[in-house]
């Protein structure tokens, strides 16, 4: 009867032991990056937007969507949003700088979802035809 109780704790320490852990690497796709200026505060922006995208795309639709502050020199004022499908680069959905703003979240689910789900409908949220 010990020997079972063992086997038992020997299996829950070995589920639970970091060294077995694997990560989900590569990452599966379509995952979404989002890049942001660290110093400008953006984080707060960038994880609205990313929980958004996730509760418009829920898996299995969007597989996972990366947050990344950045704080050089040369991403100073940065709020980019990459969309990485299978099988191709990384597409830039949004670029702070380019477009002259921050996305509107109605035009930056639109254009992702016409990458991942093109049939899919937004409801209200989705343009005219």
Same mark, same amino acid.
């Given at each position: 009867?010990?020997?079972?109780?063992?086997? #038992?704790?020997?299996?829950?320490?070995?589920?639970?032991?970091?060294?077995?852990?694997?990560?989900?690497?590569?990452?599966?796709?379509?995952?979404?990056?989002?890049? $942001?200026?660290?110093?400008?505060?953006?984080?707060?922006?960038?994880?609205?937007?990313?929980?958004?995208?996730?509760?418009? $795309?829920?898996?299995?639709?969007?597989?996972?969507?990366?947050?990344?502050?950045?704080?050089?020199?040369?991403?100073?004022?940065?709020?980019?949003?990459?969309?990485?499908?299978?099988? #191709?680069?990384?597409?830039?959905?949004?670029?702070?700088?380019?477009?002259?703003?921050?996305?509107?979240?109605?035009?930056?689910?639109?254009?992702?979802?016409? $990458?991942?789900?093109? #049939?899919?409908?937004? #409801?209200?949220?989705?343009?005219?035809?």
């Amino acid at each position: 009867m010990m020997e079972s109780k063992d086997k #038992g704790e020997q299996r829950e320490d070995a589920l639970l032991d970091p060294a077995t852990f694997l990560p989900p690497s590569p990452l599966p796709a379509p995952t979404v990056t989002i890049e $942001f200026c660290d110093r400008c505060r953006w984080l707060h922006r960038a994880t609205w937007v990313s929980t958004e995208l996730l509760l418009t $795309f829920p898996p299995p639709t969007l597989k996972a969507v990366t947050v990344m502050p950045l704080s050089a020199d040369d991403t100073a004022g940065r709020f980019r949003i990459w969309l990485n499908v299978e099988g #191709g680069p990384p597409k830039l959905m949004w670029d702070r700088k380019v477009e002259g703003g921050f996305p509107e979240l109605k035009v930056l689910k639109q254009r992702i979802r016409d $990458f991942i789900q093109p #049939g899919m409908s937004l #409801g209200h949220s989705d343009k005219k035809a």
